[in-house]
């Protein structure tokens, strides 16, 4: 591996990946392997990481499509309170989980969500990004992605708690997220080590799920094509 921080050292695949024509997955695996080529040993505590989440069926028990998704109000990167009840009386919501302005595979999904951001909005619906980094780091990531969308800071991931989505990084990964140039107590302000698992719900003007994507493995996410059919159905 590079003698420089993981993170770092992966910024030209994250730019490659958020500017190329291509789906969310393909973009995300082109980090992905990345990673795997630059620090086997990091990718393979992902791996074991992913599969203890995916074995305790971390994520499984959050809202599902038909039930009510419950409300929030959260701050954006301002400092202004965003609320689910005040977005969904102008339209249907899409809400997108990230892990935090570090992670670089939510930095190349928060690129295709902004691409369609046109789009979205020509249907009357809205995108809403929902992290637990403080204030500062939310609008580093919104000025660092163009996003047009709030990016809100969950605290000590207190909604994303009452979801069922919050999980623990472990003993290893608290060992090598500082050496990748990971510092999660800093972004987060508390010592907890916990991340939501990446999620996106799409919701209907009536508070109702229309469509949920969870994964233990944040390298997946929603394809942008499933979400904005989702949203059109919601409409």
């Not at 935090?100 to 020509?122: D, M, S």
Request: hydrophobic share 45%.
């Amino acid at each position: 591996m590079t003698s420089r921080p993981l993170t770092e050292a992966i910024g030209d695949a994250v730019e490659r990946a958020r500017h190329k024509d291509a789906s969310v997955n393909e973009r995300l695996k082109l980090v992905a392997d990345e990673v795997r080529a630059l620090s086997p040993r990091f990718a393979g505590a992902v791996d074991r990481l992913i599969a203890r989440l995916t074995e305790s069926g971390v994520g499984e028990e959050s809202p599902a499509p038909g039930e009510p998704m419950p409300p929030f109000m959260l701050p954006d990167e301002q400092g202004h309170l965003v609320g689910l009840n005040g977005l969904l009386a102008r339209g249907p919501v899409a809400i997108a989980f990230n892990r935090g302005h570090w992670c670089p595979y939510c930095r190349v999904n928060t690129a295709p969500l902004g691409e369609v951001h046109g789009k979205v909005a020509a249907m009357g619906a809205q995108v809403v990004a929902i992290l637990p980094d403080r204030q500062k780091f939310t609008a580093r990531l919104k000025e660092d992605s163009g996003a047009e969308f709030p990016i809100l800071t969950d605290m000590d991931n207190g909604y994303a708690m009452s979801l069922s989505l919050v999980m623990w990084v472990g003993t290893e990964m608290e060992g090598l997220l500082p050496a990748a140039g990971v510092n999660i107590p800093a972004y987060q302000g508390n010592e907890s080590w916990m991340l939501p698992i990446p999620a996106t719900f799409v919701v209907g003007t009536d508070g109702i799920i229309k469509a949920r994507h969870v994964d233990p493995d944040y390298r997946r996410r929603m394809e942008i094509d499933d979400l904005l059919a989702a949203l059109k159905s919601a409409g």
